[in-house]
């Protein structure tokens, strides 16, 4: 059964670092992965999606990357402002097709200090 | 715009009710998703739809009960023999992996 680890859990930083968060996944047969935002109480926002053929993927001051041998992928953000503090989730979508749903991790919390 | 409406947006259940979510999208999409969020666990998958008329358990389903009528909604109800239905309820949709999954806003649903 494929299982999502994201590290850290949370993490506080001033405005202005650049800053990586880490997920990793046991099954390296994926059709695709998908980095989520999630401010309180709210849905979940998409980010950047990378398929499994893809290394990485650009969104701004955001960029995602994909290693699916290793199981593992980085979401970099460049100048941390207060408005990226939200948790951020991690997914993936096994291969082989089908509408089976995502496999999620827990998320990191960031904060991001004025 | 296209996407997905939750609603309610807050939702009370009293003991040995059943409560029903809504979930519509206008998104065209094939493929629904309903979703649990408990506090410290990620999000785990209740019920998904890949057409019209046919829908598959999830990893915890016990206790909960869904349609599929039509393309647009896919609603959720929590029944009584759900033991502990307080969460946030997700609801999603997905053209086909190539494009991702998209969210509604959520549900938070507490029993009284």
């Known amino acids: 059964k494929q299982e999502v680890t994201q590290i850290p859990a949370a993490l506080s930083v001033p405005e202005g670092e650049n800053l990586v968060l880490n997920c990793s996944f046991t099954?390296?047969?994926?059709?695709?992965l998908q980095w989520f935002r999630q401010d309180p109480g709210k849905g979940l926002t998409s980010l950047l999606l990378i398929q499994s053929s893809q290394r990485e993927q650009t969104s701004g001051r955001l960029n995602a990357s994909l290693d699916k041998s290793s199981g593992r992928s980085t979401l970099y953000i460049a100048a941390s402002q207060p408005g990226d503090s939200a948790t951020y989730l991690c997914?993936?979508?096994?291969?082989?097709?089908?509408?089976?749903?995502?496999?999620f991790g827990k998320g990191t919390h960031l904060i991001i200090q004025p | 715009d296209g996407g997905i409406t939750q609603s309610p947006k807050y939702l009370f259940r009293k003991e040995g009710q059943n409560v029903t979510l809504s979930c519509e999208q206008n998104l065209n999409h094939d493929a629904m998703y309903w979703y649990r969020q408990d506090p410290g666990q990620g999000l785990r998958l209740i019920y998904y739809?890949?057409?019209?008329?046919?829908?598959q358990k999830g990893d915890i389903a016990e206790g909960y009960s869904v349609s599929r009528e039509k393309k647009e909604s896919f609603p959720l109800t929590v029944t009584s023999a759900q033991k502990n239905p307080t969460a946030f309820y997700l609801c999603?949709?997905?053209?086909?992996?190539?494009?991702?999954?998209?969210f509604g806003s959520g549900t938070r649903l507490t029993v009284v």
């Open positions: 739809s890949q057409i019209v008329n046919d829908f």
């Open positions: 997914a993936v979508r096994k291969s082989g097709g089908g509408a089976d749903g995502l496999t």
């Open positions: 999603a949709s997905s053209m086909d992996g190539l494009y991702g999954y998209t």
């Open positions: 099954d390296s047969a994926i059709y695709n």
